[in-house]
């Protein structure tokens, strides 16, 4: 079974930097995304970021290109999440998930929770002004 583990939020100023992490294990499968989401109280969840483990494409949501880089290491089954640049909007709890690959571009579902069947516990982000 598909197990994921975040690790790395907290609390920062805006205008810093995090970075979350999100070990996986369990795959039976080459093909598979990882996907970042987030969810602020009252709102609804929103993907944040995906990468993809056969051909590492990558998706960002448009609140956070150019601020938030996904990366990942394959010899520890990490997936990185590199927040930069934050602001107080981007206070949420941050979940990392995972789902197997489809036939179609990461880039036309890596965003869209429904897809992914695997979550982590979440980790929390807070940003003060």
């Known amino acids: 079974e598909v197990q994921l583990v975040e690790s790395g939020g907290g609390l920062v100023q805006a205008g810093g930097s995090l970075r979350l992490s999100c070990a996986a294990s369990?795959?039976?499968?080459?093909?598979?995304?990882i996907g970042w989401f987030r969810q602020a109280p009252g709102k609804e969840r929103e993907g944040v970021s995906c990468?993809?483990?056969?051909?590492?494409?990558?998706a960002y949501a448009d609140s956070v290109l150019g601020r938030f880089t996904i990366s990942s290491d394959n010899a520890k089954n990490t997936v990185y999440l590199h927040l930069n640049n934050l602001l107080p909007e981007d206070t949420a709890v941050y979940y990392c998930?995972?789902?197997?690959?489809?036939?179609?571009?990461?880039?036309?579902?890596?965003?869209?929770?429904?897809?992914?069947?695997?979550w982590g516990q979440g980790t929390q982000v807070t940003v003060s002004s």
């Open positions: 998930a995972a789902a197997a690959g489809l036939s179609a571009h990461l880039s036309a579902w890596g965003l869209s929770w429904s897809w992914y069947d695997y």
């Open positions: 369990g795959f039976t499968s080459d093909d598979y995304a």
């Open positions: 990468i993809r483990s056969s051909d590492g494409s990558t």
